[in-house]
């Protein structure tokens, strides 16, 4: 089996009403190198394990009290098996196919050691959330 290039971690809580999506972009990806997803799901109650499941994604489930946005983080980098280390929330939906491959080709310049994607506001985020 081939080297895992990059890890794709997914914290989640109740994230139902859009992990479907960002499951599907991400599996979707048009990229050559292996990768994994990496889903640490603290007490969801409503689908999102039922909808992790439908995918080929690493479940880790952890008791709610056990959260903390780094140290949930943590936990996956600890867990992941890939080069680089890509970190997604349940509700940031890839907005193409080609979402993984433009991340990771800025990494093969050695002056560059992270870098991160455009977020583009849902459409219907408040306005003042879509501004910051």
Known sequence: MSEIEVSIIIPTKDGATHLEKVLEMIYA????????????????????????????????????????????RNLGAELAEGKYLVFVTQDAIPA????????????ELPEVAGVYGRQVPMEDTNPMESFF
């Not at 990768?35 to 799901?41: H, K, N, P």
């Open 29 to 72: 990806q048009a990229h050559e190198q292996p990768f994994e997803v990496i889903v640490i799901d603290s007490g969801s109650t409503d689908g999102t394990l039922d909808i992790v499941k439908r995918y080929p994604a690493r479940l880790v489930e952890i008791r709610p009290e056990d959260f903390g946005h780094g140290k949930t």
């Open 96 to 107: 193409t196919n080609r979402w993984l491959y433009s991340l990771l080709r800025n990494l």
